[in-house]
């Protein structure tokens, strides 16, 4: 598709009127004649203004009388109005005398009119609004949101608004040939919107940025960068001199910073190179550092102007590091002093980083490069995926660059791997503890065999520190068709996926756009706006500010010690908790590689982590930052409480067993006594009552503990027994009921241990279990009976 022509009214557009029309119809040329209401041909008065000279000096114009013929009427003819020239009219004078006066004495008594009277009269006048001012500088919108299919674009986030610049496209099904564009569209996540209806907005296209695609956009609070890109193949279109491209976001206008070079710094080539337009990189923007990278990619006759044809593309291993305006790097020789970077940003091309520069360390394009806070001092990035050619760089092992030395390491991952892949896409969540930050992967393509590359449509998850890879199973969901050369981004807990290339089997892809719930792993026909429009607002340190990032509510904030961008409302899923323990909220207790690091960041260095805390101020988790030796231990919070509620669990069964141990033994022991009493009642009634077997006083004392007691035996007719009170010397009697009978009634010893115990077992009823004179509550008592027995 050719680029489009500029845009019409929306009458010529849709062809019911062409322009020259509609022209004549808005603006018509002044008729030289018209009809009055008798029919016949008149004169329409209409003015031609000329200069004084040329009416006093006399000269003439078309079908002019000289200006000094004063025959007829003596006027002047100027156009086709006649105007007296020569005779002064004193009256017409006096009438615009009058006039004014009228006019002065209206504007002296127009403020003391009622409002009311001119309410329904005029326009009202009030202040323009600020997009009102913007729109009549900038071009007029006339990107079109509406495309077959959209790949190999630039896209950044911004405050809530993700902005998407360039790519390749096609606008119909049957179109053969694919289209190099500068459009420029933005997607509000501001506000909750469907995937069959996204929020987009096409902007100015414009004029200067070129028509690239395989770039990148960092993206600062304030900006957008354009770098690198490849141009149009088919027709070709030759590169021209490489410039830095600034959106201001602000005023709405792009900025073009001319020939910029490359600053000295560490593991760098030195100052004043000139910055070369790479493309099929891999990049990533941190806001809270106020720095970009771009990592690997080509050189060749579409990204470099002047390049031959003929000579070989260049697969390229470096890493260039962008530094916004406004922002210092330690690592950079002219801002190390903590001066900032100026208007045009500044370079750093970093070709010599450990690693970097060894035969092991790979060219590679169509790759990844992922950002890791919390991390030695100035926190990490991942490189992984990619390749050159027929040579593709494995899953199993991952490039680690720690950005405050400004070098490279490796560290071998765990688990089942997916396949080896180019162009895929990834999007980095934050657990709101900071103990693992979870990258998840979607897509991407096999090149082999040539021309006949296979896309893929599967989800994966690479856990760090761990370094574990976790398939995330779709298998029952509706999953966006196989694509590769898509851009993926988070917010708000959910990863937004833009454009892709399907392959030809797919008609048209359109609107193109897909969410996946980062927490429910699942893919949703919606997105859910979480942070709102607290997105467009700086965070000042309340609760209730901005959220620019929107970064978890624990983690908010500018600098090393932010969290992770987009992060908002993530909670770590089950079948990742299932890999690294804890739960939604973090508590991971895998906070160390499974295979152990040798060197580098993960080796040495201690990650930052966070409190976390529930609308009620109490702490839900909190994370202690793991030994030095990465050994994978750390404390964690849950598993301790996890342990004291497992071992008081433990505790209580272990009591309730020892109650039914003791409740066999005293039912045991009652069976015996009872089954003795009532053998001895059969041999001597009287037995019975000698054995004493009646309740003792609620004194503790009876009469036979004291001396000289005095007994008085009161029959009981209803009964045949009796009552047997017995008096102390304080002149109080206490009673026992039982049946009394028997020469040895009369008399009460002092009660033996074994009277004792056949006391308590038999003065109730059968031991219990439960109760308040039962086992479980009254242990120590039954154990005595035990022991006395």
Same mark, same amino acid.
């Given at each position: 598709?050719?680029?489009?022509?500029?845009?019409?009214?929306?009458?010529?557009?849709?062809?019911?009127?062409?322009?020259?029309?509609?022209?004549?119809?808005?603006?018509?040329?002044?008729?030289?004649?018209?009809?009055?209401?008798?029919?016949?041909?008149?004169?329409?008065?209409?003015?031609?203004?000329?200069?004084?000279?040329?009416?006093?000096?006399?000269?003439?114009?078309?079908?002019?009388?000289?200006?000094?013929?004063?025959?007829?009427?003596?006027?002047?003819?100027?156009?086709?109005?006649?105007?007296?020239?020569?005779?002064?009219?004193?009256?017409?004078?006096?009438?615009?005398?009058?006039?004014?006066?009228?006019?002065?004495?209206?504007?002296?008594?127009?403020?003391?009119?009622?409002?009311?009277?001119?309410?329904?009269?005029?326009?009202?006048?009030?202040?323009?609004?600020?997009?009102?001012?913007?729109?009549?500088?900038?071009?007029?919108?006339?990107?079109?949101?509406?495309?077959?299919?959209?790949?190999?674009?630039?896209?950044?986030?911004?405050?809530?608004?993700?902005?998407?610049?360039?790519?390749?496209?096609?606008?119909?099904?049957?179109?053969?040939?694919?289209?190099?564009?500068?459009?420029?569209?933005?997607?509000?996540?501001?506000?909750?919107?469907?995937?069959?209806?996204?929020?987009?907005?096409?902007?100015?296209?414009?004029?200067?940025?070129?028509?690239?695609?395989?770039?990148?956009?960092?993206?600062?609070?304030?900006?957008?960068?354009?770098?690198?890109?490849?141009?149009?193949?088919?027709?070709?279109?030759?590169?021209?001199?490489?410039?830095?491209?600034?959106?201001?976001?602000?005023?709405?206008?792009?900025?073009?910073?001319?020939?910029?070079?490359?600053?000295?710094?560490?593991?760098?080539?030195?100052?004043?190179?000139?910055?070369?337009?790479?493309?099929?990189?891999?990049?990533?923007?941190?806001?809270?550092?106020?720095?970009?990278?771009?990592?690997?990619?080509?050189?060749?006759?579409?990204?470099?102007?002047?390049?031959?044809?003929?000579?070989?593309?260049?697969?390229?291993?470096?890493?260039?590091?962008?530094?916004?305006?406004?922002?210092?790097?330690?690592?950079?020789?002219?801002?190390?002093?903590?001066?900032?970077?100026?208007?045009?940003?500044?370079?750093?091309?970093?070709?010599?980083?450990?690693?970097?520069?060894?035969?092991?360390?790979?060219?590679?394009?169509?790759?990844?490069?992922?950002?890791?806070?919390?991390?030695?001092?100035?926190?990490?990035?991942?490189?992984?995926?990619?390749?050159?050619?027929?040579?593709?760089?494995?899953?199993?092992?991952?490039?680690?660059?720690?950005?405050?030395?400004?070098?490279?390491?490796?560290?071998?991952?765990?688990?089942?791997?997916?396949?080896?892949?180019?162009?895929?896409?990834?999007?980095?969540?934050?657990?709101?503890?900071?103990?693992?930050?979870?990258?998840?992967?979607?897509?991407?393509?096999?090149?082999?065999?040539?021309?006949?590359?296979?896309?893929?449509?599967?989800?994966?998850?690479?856990?760090?520190?761990?370094?574990?890879?976790?398939?995330?199973?779709?298998?029952?969901?509706?999953?966006?068709?196989?694509?590769?050369?898509?851009?993926?981004?988070?917010?708000?807990?959910?990863?937004?996926?833009?454009?892709?290339?399907?392959?030809?089997?797919?008609?048209?892809?359109?609107?193109?756009?897909?969410?996946?719930?980062?927490?429910?792993?699942?893919?949703?026909?919606?997105?859910?706006?979480?942070?709102?429009?607290?997105?467009?607002?700086?965070?000042?340190?309340?609760?209730?500010?901005?959220?620019?990032?929107?970064?978890?509510?624990?983690?908010?904030?500018?600098?090393?010690?932010?969290?992770?961008?987009?992060?908002?409302?993530?909670?770590?899923?089950?079948?990742?908790?299932?890999?690294?323990?804890?739960?939604?909220?973090?508590?991971?207790?895998?906070?160390?590689?499974?295979?152990?690091?040798?060197?580098?960041?993960?080796?040495?260095?201690?990650?930052?982590?966070?409190? *976390?805390?529930?609308? %009620?101020?109490?702490?839900? &988790?909190?994370? +202690?930052?793991?030994?030095?030796? $990465?050994?994978?231990? @750390? =404390?964690?919070?849950?598993?301790?409480?996890?342990?004291?509620?497992?071992?008081?669990?433990?505790?209580?069964?272990?009591?309730?067993?020892?109650?039914?141990?003791?409740?066999?033994?005293?039912?045991?022991?009652?069976?015996?006594?009872?089954?003795?009493?009532?053998?001895?009642?059969?041999?001597?009634?009287?037995?019975?009552?000698?054995?004493?077997?009646?309740?003792?006083?609620?004194?503790?004392?009876?009469?036979?503990?004291?001396?000289?007691?005095?007994?008085?035996?009161?029959?009981?007719?209803?009964?045949?027994?009796?009552? *047997?009170?017995?008096? %102390?010397?304080?002149?109080? &009697?206490?009673? +026992?009921?039982?049946?009394?009978? $028997?020469?040895?009634? @009369? =008399?009460?010893?002092?009660?033996?241990?074994?009277?004792?115990?056949?006391?308590?077992?038999?003065?109730?009823?059968?031991?219990?279990?439960?109760?308040?004179?039962?086992?479980?509550?009254?242990?120590?008592?039954?154990?005595?009976?035990?022991?006395?027995?």
């Amino acid at each position: 598709m050719d680029v489009a022509e500029r845009r019409k009214s929306v009458f010529t557009e849709v062809g019911l009127v062409d322009e020259a029309t509609a022209r004549n119809e808005r603006c018509p040329p002044p008729s030289l004649t018209s009809q009055d209401p008798s029919g016949r041909p008149r004169r329409v008065k209409s003015v031609r203004f000329r200069s004084q000279d040329s009416v006093l000096s006399g000269r003439v114009g078309k079908d002019k009388r000289p200006s000094n013929d004063l025959s007829g009427d003596s006027t002047q003819d100027m156009g086709n109005t006649k105007r007296n020239m020569t005779i002064p009219v004193h009256p017409a004078k006096l009438l615009k005398l009058g006039l004014l006066l009228v006019a002065l004495v209206f504007t002296l008594h127009v403020p003391r009119f009622p409002t009311s009277l001119f309410s329904s009269m005029g326009a009202k006048a009030r202040a323009l609004p600020v997009d009102a001012v913007d729109a009549s500088i900038i071009k007029r919108e006339d990107t079109n949101t509406q495309v077959c299919k959209r790949w190999a674009h630039q896209s950044a986030i911004v405050n809530g608004t993700l902005y998407i610049y360039g790519g390749r496209s096609t606008t119909e099904s049957t179109q053969t040939s694919d289209t190099w564009n500068n459009d420029f569209l933005s997607l509000d996540l501001t506000k909750s919107w469907q995937i069959s209806n996204p929020s987009l907005t096409g902007l100015p296209r414009p004029d200067g940025p070129p028509k690239i695609s395989m770039g990148y956009l960092w993206s600062s609070l304030q900006s957008l960068f354009l770098y690198g890109g490849e141009f149009s193949d088919d027709p070709v279109a030759l590169p021209s001199a490489y410039s830095t491209w600034e959106y201001q976001i602000g005023p709405k206008r792009w900025i073009e910073h001319k020939e910029p070079k490359t600053s000295a710094g560490a593991n760098a080539v030195e100052e004043d190179q000139p910055v070369q337009r790479s493309a099929e990189g891999s990049g990533v923007s941190v806001s809270a550092l106020g720095r970009g990278w771009y990592f690997g990619g080509h050189l060749d006759y579409l990204t470099t102007e002047g390049w031959s044809i003929q000579t070989a593309r260049i697969y390229l291993k470096s890493l260039l590091e962008f530094t916004f305006p406004g922002h210092s790097n330690k690592q950079v020789e002219s801002l190390s002093d903590g001066q900032t970077a100026g208007d045009g940003g500044v370079y750093r091309n970093i070709t010599e980083g450990g690693l970097q520069d060894t035969a092991g360390f790979p060219e590679r394009a169509d790759g990844l490069l992922v950002y890791i806070p919390g991390f030695a001092e100035e926190g990490l990035l991942l490189g992984l995926t990619g390749g050159v050619n027929e040579s593709f760089t494995q899953m199993n092992v991952i490039d680690v660059y720690d950005i405050a030395s400004s070098t490279w390491y490796k560290q071998s991952t765990s688990g089942k791997q997916p396949k080896y892949r180019v162009n895929p896409c990834a999007a980095v969540a934050a657990a709101a503890d900071g103990s693992s930050y979870n990258i998840y992967m979607f897509g991407g393509q096999n090149l082999q065999p040539f021309k006949g590359q296979t896309q893929y449509d599967d989800m994966w998850i690479l856990s760090v520190p761990s370094f574990t890879w976790i398939e995330v199973d779709t298998s029952s969901q509706s999953v966006p068709y196989a694509r590769a050369g898509h851009t993926c981004h988070v917010w708000d807990g959910q990863m937004i996926v833009v454009g892709g290339y399907v392959g030809q089997e797919l008609s048209c892809d359109s609107p193109g756009i897909y969410v996946f719930n980062m927490s429910s792993l699942e893919w949703s026909d919606q997105f859910t706006a979480l942070t709102g429009e607290r997105a467009t607002r700086a965070f000042d340190g309340n609760e209730d500010s901005g959220n620019p990032l929107a970064q978890q509510a624990n983690q908010r904030g500018m600098g090393t010690q932010a969290g992770l961008e987009g992060s908002y409302g993530y909670a770590v899923p089950a079948a990742v908790q299932s890999v690294i323990g804890g739960k939604e909220t973090g508590g991971a207790t895998l906070t160390a590689p499974v295979q152990t690091p040798t060197e580098g960041p993960f080796e040495t260095g201690k990650p930052i982590t966070y409190t *976390v805390t529930g609308p %009620n101020g109490h702490i839900i &988790t909190g994370v +202690t930052d793991p030994s030095a030796g $990465g050994s994978g231990s @750390g =404390t964690n919070i849950g598993a301790i409480v996890a342990g004291v509620l497992a071992g008081l669990f433990a505790l209580i069964a272990g009591y309730f067993a020892f109650c039914a141990w003791v409740y066999r033994k005293q039912v045991a022991i009652w069976k015996k006594h009872a089954s003795m009493m009532a053998n001895a009642t059969e041999k001597q009634p009287g037995a019975f009552a000698a054995t004493g077997a009646m309740a003792t006083s609620s004194s503790g004392k009876n009469s036979s503990e004291q001396q000289n007691p005095r007994m008085a035996l009161f029959p009981d007719s209803s009964s045949g027994g009796g009552v *047997v009170r017995t008096s %102390n010397e304080a002149g109080g &009697t206490t009673g +026992t009921t039982g049946a009394v009978t $028997g020469p040895s009634a @009369g =008399t009460v010893g002092r009660r033996s241990s074994d009277s004792s115990s056949t006391e308590d077992l038999l003065a109730g009823q059968e031991p219990t279990f439960w109760g308040a004179r039962g086992v479980l509550l009254n242990p120590r008592r039954s154990l005595r009976v035990i022991n006395r027995d």
